[in-house]
Protein backbone atom coordinates (compact mmCIF):
# COMPACT_ATOMS: atom_id res chain seq x y z
CA UNK A 1 0.00 0.00 0.00
CA UNK A 2 1.67 3.35 -1.21
CA UNK A 3 0.10 6.54 0.45
CA UNK A 4 1.41 10.32 -0.12
CA UNK A 5 0.96 12.80 2.23
CA UNK A 6 0.93 16.63 1.15
CA UNK A 7 1.63 19.61 3.06
CA UNK A 8 2.56 23.38 2.41
CA UNK A 9 0.17 24.74 0.28
CA UNK A 10 -1.59 28.17 1.04
CA UNK A 11 -2.75 31.74 0.30
CA UNK A 12 0.45 33.95 -0.52
CA UNK A 13 0.98 36.98 -1.87
CA UNK A 14 1.92 37.66 -5.62
CA UNK A 15 5.99 37.44 -5.54
CA UNK A 16 5.67 35.38 -2.46
CA UNK A 17 7.08 31.80 -1.65
CA UNK A 18 5.76 28.62 -0.49
CA UNK A 19 7.27 25.22 -0.18
CA UNK A 20 5.44 22.11 -0.63
CA UNK A 21 6.18 18.65 0.93
CA UNK A 22 5.30 14.98 0.00
CA UNK A 23 5.62 11.72 2.02
CA UNK A 24 5.54 8.56 0.36
CA UNK A 25 4.83 5.70 2.52
CA UNK A 26 6.12 3.15 0.58
CA UNK A 27 8.09 0.48 2.51
CA UNK A 28 9.12 -2.18 0.35
CA UNK A 29 8.92 -0.65 -3.21
CA UNK A 30 11.44 1.07 -4.99
CA UNK A 31 10.38 4.89 -6.01
CA UNK A 32 10.93 5.98 -9.80
CA UNK A 33 9.81 9.44 -10.57
CA UNK A 34 8.38 11.84 -7.95
CA UNK A 35 6.87 14.73 -8.83
CA UNK A 36 4.49 18.04 -8.80
CA UNK A 37 1.20 18.75 -10.94
CA UNK A 38 -1.93 20.94 -10.54
CA UNK A 39 -4.63 22.00 -11.73
CA UNK A 40 -6.19 24.84 -12.38
CA UNK A 41 -10.30 25.61 -12.19
CA UNK A 42 -11.39 24.52 -15.59
CA UNK A 43 -7.96 23.33 -16.96
CA UNK A 44 -6.54 19.85 -17.10
CA UNK A 45 -3.93 18.66 -15.25
CA UNK A 46 -0.70 19.78 -15.94
CA UNK A 47 3.12 18.50 -15.16
CA UNK A 48 5.01 21.46 -12.87
CA UNK A 49 8.26 19.51 -11.89
CA UNK A 50 9.47 15.59 -12.08
CA UNK A 51 12.84 14.61 -10.72
CA UNK A 52 14.83 10.98 -11.38
CA UNK A 53 16.26 8.83 -9.20
CA UNK A 54 19.55 9.82 -9.84
CA UNK A 55 18.00 13.39 -9.55
CA UNK A 56 17.28 14.86 -12.71
CA UNK A 57 14.84 17.13 -12.82
CA UNK A 58 12.29 18.55 -15.25
CA UNK A 59 10.22 21.54 -15.22
CA UNK A 60 7.35 23.06 -17.05
CA UNK A 61 8.51 25.64 -19.12
CA UNK A 62 6.13 28.11 -17.03
CA UNK A 63 8.03 27.14 -13.65
CA UNK A 64 11.61 27.44 -15.10
CA UNK A 65 13.72 29.87 -12.72
CA UNK A 66 11.18 30.00 -10.21
CA UNK A 67 10.42 26.57 -8.53
CA UNK A 68 12.69 23.83 -7.35
CA UNK A 69 12.14 20.40 -6.73
CA UNK A 70 14.21 18.44 -4.82
CA UNK A 71 13.91 14.55 -3.27
CA UNK A 72 15.72 12.57 -0.48
CA UNK A 73 15.45 8.74 -1.42
CA UNK A 74 16.40 7.76 1.89
CA UNK A 75 12.82 9.88 3.39
CA UNK A 76 11.14 9.32 0.27
CA UNK A 77 10.12 12.80 0.35
CA UNK A 78 9.84 15.26 -2.43
CA UNK A 79 9.57 19.13 -2.24
CA UNK A 80 8.53 21.95 -4.30
CA UNK A 81 10.06 25.16 -3.69
CA UNK A 82 8.46 27.94 -5.13
CA UNK A 83 9.03 31.46 -5.62
CA UNK A 84 8.04 34.36 -7.21
CA UNK A 85 4.60 33.14 -7.51
CA UNK A 86 1.89 34.42 -9.78
CA UNK A 87 -1.81 34.42 -9.84
CA UNK A 88 -1.45 32.31 -12.64
CA UNK A 89 0.25 29.72 -10.51
CA UNK A 90 -2.85 29.40 -8.31
CA UNK A 91 -4.67 25.36 -8.33
CA UNK A 92 -4.76 22.11 -6.55
CA UNK A 93 -0.88 20.68 -6.54
CA UNK A 94 -0.73 17.22 -6.67
CA UNK A 95 2.29 15.23 -5.52
CA UNK A 96 2.80 11.91 -8.00
CA UNK A 97 4.92 9.11 -7.85
CA UNK A 98 5.97 6.05 -10.11
CA UNK A 99 6.69 2.35 -8.66
CA UNK A 100 7.14 0.35 -11.25
CA UNK A 101 4.72 1.75 -13.78
CA UNK A 102 1.84 2.40 -11.50
CA UNK A 103 1.12 5.86 -10.88
CA UNK A 104 0.43 7.02 -6.92
CA UNK A 105 -1.22 10.96 -6.32
CA UNK A 106 -1.63 12.99 -3.19
CA UNK A 107 -5.08 13.84 -2.27
CA UNK A 108 -4.06 17.41 -3.49
CA UNK A 109 -2.93 20.69 -1.53
CA UNK A 110 -4.87 24.26 -2.45
CA UNK A 111 -1.53 26.85 -3.03
CA UNK A 112 -3.76 30.27 -3.99
CA UNK A 113 -1.91 33.46 -5.16
CA UNK A 114 -3.44 36.60 -4.63
CA UNK A 115 -3.54 40.14 -3.38
Known amino acids: QVQLVESGGGLVQPGGSLRLSCAAS????????MGWYRQAPGKQRELVATIFTGGSTKYADSVKGRFTISRDNAKNTVDLEMSSLKSEDTAIYYC?????????WGQGTQVTVSS
Open 26 to 33: ATGFVINT
Open 96 to 104: HVDIWGYDY
